[in-house]
DNA sequence: TCCAATTATACTCTACCTGAATATAAGGCG
DNA sequence: CGCCTTATATTCAGGTAGAGTATAATTGGA
């Protein structure tokens, strides 16, 4: 501790209390139910850049970063969290690196220039988290195997006990409801028992367990957009950050299933939707869904205005 | 933008990414019904150190500064928000500061060494935040006013309905209610209608409008930390770590009602507590309480390892 | 001693919210 | 025309939350 008093003091000189600072972003669009997420490059690397000093803030730092490497201007963001691992730092680096990440809604269309981005699904790094098909194969066929082979090599029964405890918490095995909100506890549960690439990175022991990686630790900051995404979306009206300007309410509930990564109950959820009024009728109505034809909604642009005292929130309320 | 891009090539050498990164923490405990922020010195100022090389994560560096300027060992705590404002860099400094700060939850109890440290009351920062006797009669008699008259300072109409409709939501004039966890919007707003003492530093304008300030943003970032516990309270069971080992119910439900600044519902508050088990018995009772003697209760640790899939929350749902 | 004040604990009633199922309407298409 | 598909409306039961009321067990004082 008077070794860390030490470096306050030297503030003005040493590398000690200096850091660089990188500003991350998970960029979420929606399109043909898939949700996706923008990448760069052809490395599974999310956008991101170190803050600069001639930025006036981080939120206009991270926009001019994700615009300059995608073409996408972005609408909605909010902060996520900041990391500062020490295995973030390159060996070779005498300085620590810190990571603070947002998460950003937008939609494919609004792109204005050509780049060198692209757009991956979820799914592809999370196979293990689209349930909307019931439970996918590999969660009972790879992964709880796997998970209850971790567990049972711990050395003392309490550890045995605790980890399978958290893996069926985790991942709803028996009789557990599956959560969606837990990607993140999932990830990380996944991670210690190293059972992705991240984790197992330099050693030569069994194989992970599905989903593409991506570099550094930005498969970590992905999981954590998705948790707070599909909280946020039970109490906030943020899906409409994803949805063109007029919608079906079908469109409106398979990008809600799409984020959530599980199925509603229809008449649950258009009552939800019409008792809140979060969307007004725009008159018209669309006849490309096979059946009858569907009135289409717009946005209630007023319901931000009306304060988060009212409802304003979507279901998925509990499973 | 090419600019920026110019700034991340020259990584490796000038100070334009580089940042110094203070880690701050609002330490939280409640004794005597009153919600309380541990401060450093004699200057509203929170505990708060630079990050170091060896500091071996975000919160054990956070940790180590709290223990040392308070002596307080931290039990839990939870990243609040980060922030990077241009004008928290002093002019002289050539640097930016990044700010990241925590939530903890404490007891008054656990210091382990006497320090230059005390605890403030959050309503004497922000005394329009307790509402446990009714509506302050400050915001009718002060802030209100004020709060119209800055509406109606504005240059066009529409921006003198949007400041007169964000005040009615924030402070719940009107028939509107009076939501708790608008912490963080409020100050934002006396902020922003230059009524509190930071808001107008070099200014030699109206004085005002209460509550004591703090140094630097460090008012904000407490109103950030107020905000995010009265969320909290109402879906995790976080009230646990402010309470001693044993209590009573109605213990519990003041220590709830000092966090979200107003009363509960007796019997509902008991009946929510007993229906999630979120507390059994310890046999003994207590009579130091005037009238007939109320048991005492522990928490169910239990609780914790159920996993966040069942209640485990608290009332206070909506107003 | 016994009453009054104080707090603890238990019970009830109603409105609303939620999950789930069912019924009817309006298009396309062979 | 009749069938398939999707849209839209309605109903029912169980649970939750707000609010009010009743009874029990102490202390302290008349």
């Not at 609408?75 to 500062?84: C, D, R, V």
């Not at 973030?88 to 939609?107: F, Q, W």
């Not at 050693?203 to 998705?226: C, E, F, Q």
Request: glycine fraction near 6%; proline fraction near 6%.
């Amino acid at each position: 501790m008077d070794q860390a008093k030490g470096t306050r003091k030297s503030r003005a000189g040493g590398k000690a209390d200096t850091a660089k600072v990188d500003l991350t972003a998970v960029v979420v669009a929606v399109s043909n139910n898939e949700p996706c997420v923008l990448t760069i490059g052809q490395t599974d690397t999310l956008p991101s850049g170190p803050l600069a000093l001639e930025h006036r803030s981080l939120q206009s730092g991270l926009r001019t970063w994700v615009e300059e490497q995608t073409g996408h201007p972005l609408g909605y963001i909010e902060q996520l969290y900041t990391f500062a691992d020490r295995d973030r730092a390159g060996a070779e680096l005498e300085r620590r690196v810190i990571s603070i990440s947002y998460l950003a809604l937008t939609r494919k269309e609004h792109a204005t220039a050509p780049s060198r981005s692209s757009w991956q699904s979820w799914y592809d790094y999370f196979p293990w988290e689209d349930h909307r098909a019931g439970t996918p194969p590999m969660v009972s066929d790879l992964l709880r195997p796997r998970l209850i082979e971790w567990a049972e090599s711990a050395d003392d029964d309490a550890t045995r006990l605790e980890r399978r405890r958290r893996a069926a918490i985790a991942f709803g095995f028996g009789d557990r409801p599956w959560n969606e909100d837990l990607t993140l506890k999932r990830y990380e549960l996944l991670y210690e028992a190293a059972l992705v690439e991240e984790a197992m990175r330099g050693s030569t022991l069994p194989p992970p367990v599905g989903g593409k990686s991506m570099v550094s630790d930005h498969r970590r900051i992905l999981a954590t957009g998705i948790s707070r995404l599909r909280s946020k979306i039970k109490y906030r009206p943020v899906v409409f950050e994803l949805m063109p300007p007029a919608f079906t309410l079908l469109q409106l509930q398979r990008t809600v299933e799409a984020l959530a990564g599980r199925l509603i109950h229809k008449p649950n959820f258009r009552r939800l939707i019409e008792q809140h009024q979060l969307v007004e009728e725009t008159g018209e109505t669309s006849t490309e869904t096979g059946g009858r034809p569907a009135k289409l909604y717009r946005f209630r642009h007023a319901v931000l205005e009306e304060g988060e005292v009212a409802g304003a929130k979507l279901p998925l309320s509990r499973a």
